[in-house]
């Protein structure tokens, strides 16, 4: 099952790496003090947040820095493909910035 929610989600970055350049989104800090979605810790969400996220759901890769929580980008408590998928969501096609309601 992990194998192929693993395709599934590098199909999604590779379609939307086809359709549109990437376009780095620089967000505000989160209420928790870091950047929901960027999962690398560099202060902005690209497509190298959606690799490491990747990486650390199914690759062994590390965790998101500099918190679990980083890599919970749609808030519900769990660091899992729907967050991948938001994020892609969010850096390819202009959906919502990871964030949490306040
Ligand atoms: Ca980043
Ligand atoms: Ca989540």
């Known amino acids: 099952m992990?194998?192929?929610i693993f395709i599934f989600g590098v199909g999604l970055v590779l379609l939307a790496t086809s359709v549109v350049a990437e376009v780095p989104s620089r967000t505000h800090s989160d209420t928790a003090g870091f950047v929901r979605g960027d999962t690398n810790g560099d202060a902005i969400?690209?497509?190298?947040?959606?690799i490491h996220l990747m990486q650390y759901l199914y690759g062994n890769g590390p965790v998101p820095v500099?918190?679990?929580?980083?890599?919970?980008?749609?808030?519900?408590?769990d660091?899992?493909?729907?967050?991948v998928v938001y994020i892609v969501?969010?850096?390819?096609?202009?959906?919502?910035k990871p964030k949490c309601p306040n």
């Not at 969400?45 to 959606?50: N, P």
């Not at 660091?79 to 967050?83: F, G, L, P, Q, R």
């Open 79 to 83: 660091v899992d493909v729907i967050d």
């Open 89 to 96: 969501n969010h850096v390819f096609r202009g959906g919502p």
């Open 45 to 50: 969400i690209t497509l190298a947040d959606v």
């Open 66 to 77: 500099p918190v679990h929580d980083v890599g919970d980008a749609n808030c519900d408590s």
């Open 2 to 4: 992990r194998r192929v």
